[in-house]
């Protein structure tokens, strides 16, 4: 048995691991969109520069978000004939997120640049899907079984977990953590650590910080917005996922102005992305957790509330430009790789009364990275735009698990044989492995892109 990383090998995107048994069969888990500006990433998204998509048997999903999936409609147009395998609530996003990703690569194409796949080739794909539950054992094939538990990390999200039998050999456990999540999160149970397996792919995103609890969120949300609208008279930006991110601000500010806390200004969800997204979570009260479904008893809509306005057609940010309003503006992507955010940015960057609030990662050579790092100035639409925006950061409200919260879901994995380090930048990794080491692990290992191990 071998494994090989495809992806975010020390990077935090574009996820991809192959597995190749001794049989021949091929297993990869994930298909994810390479997002950033690296040089030597240029051709990741187009080209397979480690395996055949003819040669995939299956293809095993963590969950819904793009950098994880997001070249699954180009694997099937590329020949891959084989089963696609998630939770019933990541087939449900999938269906919304990549027919949005089509229509946006469809829309960035030129003579130059093709799109990597369009909105047909996003529903193509999805005749490979098949929704699995979690807590079970599911049958793939003689000698392989899946099981997914709730990881935490957005609705629908899992780790993976296979038990590989093959012939003269005894059984193996193998396993994906994807990525985990945080515990006492709005809406979504907390993570459920993995059961033990011989072999594990860890993510490690935040293996080097340490985040604060939930009532300080809603207080720093709560301090921004009323510095930024109310103090400034200025437009607040947050760039957020659609899905996961947009939907717990969502209920955060839904809460705040349940206990009567929210100025009284316009929330504006500038995504048709997140609100169909919305939809499909009103469909999926199994990934609730408690808190949401008390919630429910004194609430019964928690994503909606007086001034939320969902916005589905385009043009917003040309509207809000010439008003003086204050407001704040949820909008995609939470990079600022793409969507309609960047335009809301174009209108909001020059004028220091606004803040651009970012509450997720950002790759360092995204736009969203660029802010973050301090540039004076950057590229918008063929224009160069000073930086005067209030840039602020409030990296708890991420949706991934810090060094603690990893390591405590990886407490009950003391057999190991080997753990792989993946889905970080290598400075983190390398302090998250020593972190380990210090606590009684052994045989961790940070792949490098394209790097194989052999196991038993």
């Not at 494994?3 to 888990?29: E, M, P, R, W």
């Not at 003269?168 to 515990?183: E, H, S, W, Y």
Request: charged content about 25%.
């Amino acid at each position: 048995m071998n494994v090989k990383f495809c992806g975010a090998a020390q990077d935090v995107t574009g996820s991809c691991h192959l597995l190749t048994l001794k049989n021949g069969h091929k297993i990869l888990l994930d298909c994810g969109l390479y997002q950033g500006n690296e040089a030597d990433m240029h051709n990741f998204n187009e080209q397979w520069s480690y395996f055949n998509p003819k040669e995939i048997d299956f293809l095993i999903l963590s969950h819904a978000h793009i950098d994880h999936i997001g070249r699954v409609p180009k694997l099937v147009k590329d020949g891959f004939k084989g089963q696609i395998l998630c939770t019933h609530a990541t087939r449900s996003l999938a269906s919304i997120m990549l027919m949005d990703a089509g229509k946006i690569q469809e829309n960035e194409a030129d003579e130059n640049n093709p799109p990597l796949f369009t909105c047909e080739d996003a529903k193509i794909a999805l005749y490979f899907f098949t929704g699995l539950s979690y807590e079970r054992w599911h049958f793939v094939e003689v000698g392989l079984e899946v099981f997914f538990r709730d990881a935490g990390h957005i609705l629908g999200s899992a780790s993976v977990t296979l038990k590989i039998e093959e012939e003269g050999a005894a059984p193996v456990l193998f396993g994906f953590t994807g990525d985990i999540g945080r515990n006492e999160r709005p809406i979504l149970k907390d993570p459920i650590p993995m059961p033990e397996v011989d072999y594990l792919i860890c993510e490690s995103t935040y293996g080097g910080k340490v985040h604060q609890n939930l009532t300080a969120d809603l207080n720093d949300l709560l301090y921004v917005v009323r510095e930024t609208c109310v103090l400034n008279e200025g437009k607040l930006l947050i760039p957020a996922f659609s899905v996961g991110r947009t939907q717990s601000l969502i209920y955060m500010l839904d809460q705040l102005e349940t206990a009567g806390k929210l100025p009284e200004i316009p929330v504006y969800i500038d995504s048709p992305l997140a609100i169909n997204a919305v939809d499909i979570f009103r469909t999926h009260p199994e990934c609730y957790d408690e808190q949401l479904h008390d919630y429910l008893m004194e609430d019964p809509n928690p994503f909606g509330f007086s001034g939320l306005n969902y916005v589905k057609r385009g043009g917003l940010a040309n509207r809000l430009a010439e008003s003086e309003e204050p407001c704040i503006i949820i909008s995609s992507s939470g990079m600022m790789t793409s969507g309609r955010v960047r335009r809301h940015l174009f209108h909001l960057v020059e004028d220091s009364k606004n803040t651009v609030l970012m509450v997720g990662y950002c790759s360092p050579n995204t736009l969203g990275g660029k802010l973050l790092r301090g540039d004076s100035t950057v590229y918008l639409y063929g224009e160069r735009k000073n930086v005067r925006i209030n840039v602020k950061r409030l990296v708890s409200f991420s949706a991934h698990a810090d060094q603690v919260e990893l390591f405590n879901f990886l407490q009950n994995q003391r057999s190991l044989k080997k753990l792989f380090l993946v889905h970080g930048e290598y400075k983190v990794q390398a302090e998250f492995k020593q972190y380990l080491e210090e606590r009684g692990f052994n045989n961790i290992e940070i792949p490098s892109l394209g790097e194989n191990y052999d196991l038993e």
